[in-house]
């Protein structure tokens, strides 16, 4: 699909791609951790091997009599609903969605042995869109290194329209708040675009 971006389709249980960021899984492949893509049997967003159900209920077996658990419970931040779930246990939800983006990835959240939910984990979320510009800045950077030329114009309207997105994305919206693995693109992104800068 052009630069270093993998389309994962697969026939067996997993397919491995060219590292997390060039990766895009088909249905019914989800990536997983390794950001590699794996089958997701039932639909949940999350890979067979991650996924100690394969129910959607977020939880495999009905809690004995007396057993700790945390109830369902649907957070402040980020308004994700998380089911029942035995003590000790991580849940895995998908990731809180965007108007404006395809959000990809999973939210984690522990049970914790007393029966309490522990915080939300959103650090392996981020969007589609935020990872074209590092791609996109990736394949501009390779490209000059390789060749050790100026940037032509081209690059300029590259840069521009990566810069573009990146301001759209994450202006304030009401109710949207951007997530932290989005952040750290945008700041990868905006790092490698300085650097460009300083080589020319």
């Given at each position: 699909?052009?630069?270093?971006?993998?389309?994962?389709?697969?026939?067996?249980?997993?397919?491995?791609?060219?590292?997390?960021?060039?990766?895009?899984?088909?249905?019914?492949?989800?990536?997983?951790?390794?950001?590699?893509?794996?089958?997701?049997?039932?639909?949940?967003?999350?890979?067979?091997?991650?996924?100690?159900?394969?129910?959607?209920?977020?939880?495999?077996?009905?809690?004995?009599?007396?057993?700790?658990?945390?109830p369902p419970n649907t957070d402040q931040e980020w308004q994700l609903e998380w089911p029942e779930m035995k003590h000790s246990e991580v849940a895995h939800l998908r990731c809180p969605q965007r108007e404006r983006r395809n959000v990809t990835g999973l939210a984690e959240r522990r049970c914790n042995s007393d029966g309490t939910w522990g915080e939300v984990d959103?650090?392996?979320?981020?969007?589609?869109?935020?990872?074209?510009?590092?791609?996109?800045?990736?394949?501009?950077?390779?490209?000059?290194?390789?060749?050790?030329?100026?940037?032509?114009?081209?690059?300029?309207?590259?840069?521009?329209?990566?810069?573009?997105?990146?301001?759209?994305?994450?202006?304030?919206?009401?109710?949207?708040?951007?997530?932290?693995?989005?952040?750290?693109?945008?700041?990868?992104?905006?790092?490698?675009?300085?650097?460009?800068?300083?080589?020319?």
């Amino acid at each position: 699909l052009g630069g270093r971006q993998s389309l994962c389709i697969g026939t067996g249980i997993s397919c491995t791609c060219s590292g997390q960021r060039g990766c895009m899984c088909v249905t019914p492949f989800v990536r997983n951790r390794h950001g590699n893509c794996e089958i997701d049997s039932d639909g949940d967003g999350i890979p067979d091997s991650e996924d100690k159900c394969k129910n959607k209920t977020g939880i495999c077996d009905k809690p004995e009599e007396g057993q700790i658990t945390c109830p369902p419970n649907t957070d402040q931040e980020w308004q994700l609903e998380w089911p029942e779930m035995k003590h000790s246990e991580v849940a895995h939800l998908r990731c809180p969605q965007r108007e404006r983006r395809n959000v990809t990835g999973l939210a984690e959240r522990r049970c914790n042995s007393d029966g309490t939910w522990g915080e939300v984990d959103v650090n392996a979320c981020t969007s589609q869109e935020f990872n074209n510009n590092i791609l996109k800045t990736e394949s501009l950077v390779n490209t000059l290194n390789a060749t050790n030329e100026p940037l032509t114009e081209t690059d300029m309207e590259v840069i521009k329209d990566i810069t573009a997105q990146l301001t759209t994305f994450t202006e304030p919206v009401e109710n949207e708040t951007i997530l932290p693995g989005e952040l750290r693109t945008t700041t990868f992104v905006l790092q490698q675009i300085e650097k460009l800068g300083e080589s020319n």
